[in-house]
């Protein structure tokens, strides 16, 4: 099981809006509403962010939004803030043989 | 406050064996399914390992299969993962996430919280 494509790097002004594409296939992404994505600042544990495709955990900022067609699913980050500069990972449930597959990870950058 | 603490991580040679532990507190440990993700030095994150509440549905990504053992001690709080046959690209930050639950369900699609992760090296 490969993991899902995303791109390397995003950056944005601060209060702009950026998305993050996440591609995989008809056995992960586009089989299941089981897309999460996580932040990782450096040095820390990822934190989840969304989960099933387009749900905030409590306490999550609405700032962060997540949606999927097909076998793509993207995050959208509004109102760029300094603090969202961090590494962003998707996930999603795949063959049962590999029951999760993660992204290769965006670096975010707010210039 | 749910809290994850994992421990056990270090240095060993290939071909050998490390368990490392993850410890709850915080949350009714029997009612939560529970993963192993590891992340390579400057690297993505992967995917190990699941095991259900009860033990009864366990997986393994490729990679480890037949090598590391998953289980866990409802009693103890405990999540433990046993790895045999370690290789030099086992070197990761080892982390334990439960599967995200809300107040009302716990969702197959997000893993949270995690704890701060234990580094394993394999090196010789």
């Known amino acids: 099981q490969s993991a899902l494509t995303q791109p390397a790097s995003v950056s944005g002004s601060p209060g702009q809006s950026i998305t993050i594409s996440c591609t995989g296939t008809?056995?992960?992404?586009?089989?299941?509403?089981?897309v999460s994505w996580y932040q990782q600042h450096p040095g820390k544990a990822p934190k989840l962010i969304i989960y099933?495709?387009?749900n905030r955990p409590s306490g999550v900022s609405d700032r962060f939004s997540g949606s999927k067609s097909g076998n793509t699913a993207s995050l959208t980050i509004s109102g760029l803030q300094a603090e969202d500069e961090a590494d962003y990972y998707c996930?999603?449930?795949?063959?049962?043989?590999?029951?999760?597959?993660f992204g290769t990870g965006t670096n975010v950058t707010v210039l | 406050e749910v809290q994850l603490v994992e421990s056990g991580g270090g240095l060993v040679k290939p071909g050998g064996s490390l368990r490392v532990s993850c410890a709850a507190s915080?949350?009714?440990?029997?009612?939560?399914?529970l993963n192993w993700v590891r992340q390579a030095p400057g690297k993505g994150l992967e995917w190990v390992s699941f095991?259900?509440?009860?033990?009864?549905?366990?997986y393994y990504a490729d990679s480890v299969r037949g090598r590391f053992t998953v289980s866990r001690d409802n009693a103890k709080k405990s999540l433990y993962l046993q790895m045999n046959s370690l290789r030099a690209e086992d070197t990761a930050i080892y982390y334990c996430?439960?599967?995200?639950?809300?107040?009302?369900?716990?969702?197959?699609?997000?893993?949270?919280?995690w704890g701060q992760g234990t580094l394993v090296t394999v090196s010789s």
């Open positions: 095991i259900s509440s009860s033990s009864e549905y366990i």
């Open positions: 008809s056995s992960d992404i586009g089989a299941y509403n089981y």
């Open positions: 915080g949350l009714t440990f029997s009612g939560y399914s």
């Open positions: 996930s999603s449930k795949g063959p049962s043989s590999t029951l999760y597959v």
């Open positions: 996430a439960t599967l995200y639950c809300s107040t009302t369900s716990c969702h197959y699609g997000g893993f949270g919280p």
């Open positions: 099933d495709v387009n």
